[in-house]
């Protein structure tokens, strides 16, 4: 247990610092919002606005002005709302819209739109954090109208610029659907309160994730039919050992919420012991960022790289696969993944993490945040792993 | 002179081995085409046919059996037609018309879409240079039929399935157009014939390509304003060495063309020595895939790896400045940069070479063909190495 509280000290040490980066570097007092594009120093780079990493930091700073009592401080709360409102004057393509951009210039022009609702689903989790931190209502009804445009895609219900679809192309389902499914439902989910729509979503979700585990619950395919076969090719065989970790603890909250034990089983095996044994390099240390289930050489230019992400979803999984199962062996994989990545990401210099690494583990790109990297991971494993490290040292008796 | 003939017989070899293996392991005898997902021993790992990849191995193969005697065997115009005609019945989105698919499944029902028209300027080389080696004008004229939907769409005509346009996104135009009008127009006007819509494109691609010179002509930035203006932030300062060296050898061949020797000293110096200076990693040799020109951290992931293309794009700009200039500095950097790419991409043990290597110059990808690598940069070099080290060395008066 003396590891377990040095590690709670440690993690909570590291949040301080991670936070501290980002409301040193990322804040725009003139528009609100966030810069993600930051320098390994916390320069701006570019000041392009992107709709995923202003919702993900307006849900972080949210979260932790409600649950963590030494981040209760206004300010935090205030760059929160500011976020979030420019959000909801500047993301929308159209004023009526709930289709929203996924890059805005500066001043909040649009840029770029995706072709899926990834940036819907992340306005809605970030809204409806704010809404719970702020206790403000209206903020909470507008993400689960996002919530419910994501829920109708997932249905398949054409977005506007949405994906043609071609006649040699089978139909197919991306583990980041039932992904982002359940991560937008048991937010709004958090606490209680009935709602039939979100509910079928996360519904959909859990078992959506379990059409992902193939051959005998020995991979977890990225890509497969909405029946749960196997695709032909490349496609078929991607795994994506990061993001098989985060379907991990994702589905073991979902679980313990409904009380379903034999899923949960299934996830600790499966979405959290197997991701350990095939997406780790035995040789370098570190999850892959992408590997085919056949062993053949991913066609992903970064596959052998190793990202900060999925080892911090791997943090996240271990803990509550030990919380929920109390096996130890999970504990000693948390102290190996988390030695590792704190050992390689860090940046105790200048603070927050280095987010690519090539497969040696030295840093192959020194910014600290960019198109797909913000205020998110970092922290967002970091508070999850406090607040399971302090109930798990609670629960087994040793003084806090 | 002795050093250029060793270069000559170990470029020919290479060539021989090159098209052996894929020979060996591409073709599709049932549908025609070409697999190009093929494995470091050959086999095919995806049977997906690209038409990228198609249509450059059309131009490939008929290219050799026009121009280069030893290859003049029918069995290889046989296997350019077998992908001509995969292509002119399946590529097509519809029946009539000239937008066509980026993927297709191996029987030839269309899996994806391009929102730009590289599709269709790789069709139209392709077709245009068989016509010419099998002497079938009807292949040469659907090439510029293609050619001049290029053409309509870089004049601003849109495409079916283009991209929309956003009001913060500033009008911006990327190196790879200029470069895919100067290759598609350069290969059509070759020997003459006199096609003033195929001449007005060579024309705007000339002048396109300058565009991208910028600060007095140190840096070539990859995306620039229609106007010639730098663009902000990350986009506008992203460099290609790769790129810029490929516009390099196209541009003194258009200016050979067409006598321009003001033009012909401005390639030379910021297309050819330039990247060569810029783009060079001093620490482990080999051209970058990436750079800021600000010195930034470029935010794609493989920006330091070394890939195949821009080392064997380097080769041929290098020959062509020595060929255009006689300045023996090109010819030493020539020597350097092959036996960069001879001793780190090549695989003597199954042929063809790697792509993919690290910063480090280890091999990352094992494969030797993907989505975007296939039967084209690797042959393409090595047979224009061999025809312009036999013209210099012809030209200089030493014996073959």
Not at 44 to 54: A, C, I, S
Not at 225 to 247: D, K, V
Request: net charge negative; aromatic share 10%.
């Amino acid at each position: 247990m003396e590891a377990l509280r040095l590690w709670r000290a440690r993690v909570a040490a590291e949040l301080d610092s991670v936070i501290a980066f980002w409301e040193r570097n990322s804040h725009d007092p003139q528009h609100g919002g966030f810069f993600s594009c930051l320098s390994r120093e916390g320069t701006v780079y570019d000041d392009t606005k992107y709709v995923w990493m202003q919702s993900r930091q307006v849900w972080v700073y949210s979260r932790l002005y409600r649950t963590v009592p030494r981040f209760r401080r206004p300010e935090l709360l205030e760059a929160a709302r500011a976020g979030a409102e420019f959000l909801l004057r500047c993301a929308p393509l159209r004023p009526e819209s709930l289709r929203v951009a996924f890059a805005l210039t500066r001043d909040g022009r649009p840029l770029r739109v995706q072709r899926n609702a990834f940036s819907e689903a992340f306005v809605a989790v970030g809204l409806d954090e704010l809404g719970r931190a702020a206790d403000e209502p209206r903020y909470r009804a507008a993400g689960r109208s996002w919530a419910l445009a994501l829920w109708s895609w997932v249905r398949g219900v054409p977005l506007e610029l949405g994906r043609p679809e071609f006649s040699g192309s089978p139909p197919q389902e991306a583990l980041a659907l039932p992904l982002m499914a359940l991560t937008v439902a048991e937010q709004l989910l958090e606490g209680g309160g009935g709602d039939p729509q979100i509910e079928a979503m996360a519904e959909w979700g859990g078992s959506a994730v379990l059409r992902h585990l193939q051959r005998d619950d020995v991979v977890v395919l990225e890509n497969v039919s909405p029946e749960g076969e196997e695709l032909p090719g490349s496609l078929g065989r991607l795994m994506n050992p990061g993001h098989a970790l985060e379907a991990g603890w994702l589905l073991l909250g979902h679980c313990r919420r409904r009380g379903d034990a034999a899923v949960g089983a299934r996830a600790l095996s499966a979405l959290v012991r197997g991701p350990l044994r095939w997406g780790w390099d035995p040789q370098h240390g570190g999850l892959f960022a992408f590997l085919d289930a056949d062993g053949h050489c991913p066609t992903q230019l970064e596959w052998s790289m190793k990202l900060w992400w999925p080892q911090l979803e791997a943090m996240v999984a271990l803990l509550a696969a030990y919380e929920h199962s109390s096996d130890p062996k999970f504990l000693e994989d948390f102290d190996r993944v988390a030695t590792y990545a704190f050992d390689k990401f860090r940046d105790p210099v200048h603070g927050e993490w280095f987010g690519y690494l090539n497969r040696e583990g030295g840093v192959a790109l020194s910014l600290k945040g960019g198109p797909y990297k913000g205020c998110f991971h970092v922290p967002r494993a970091l508070m999850m792993c406090e607040e399971m490290l302090g109930r798990i040292l609670e629960r087994e008796g040793t003084p806090k």
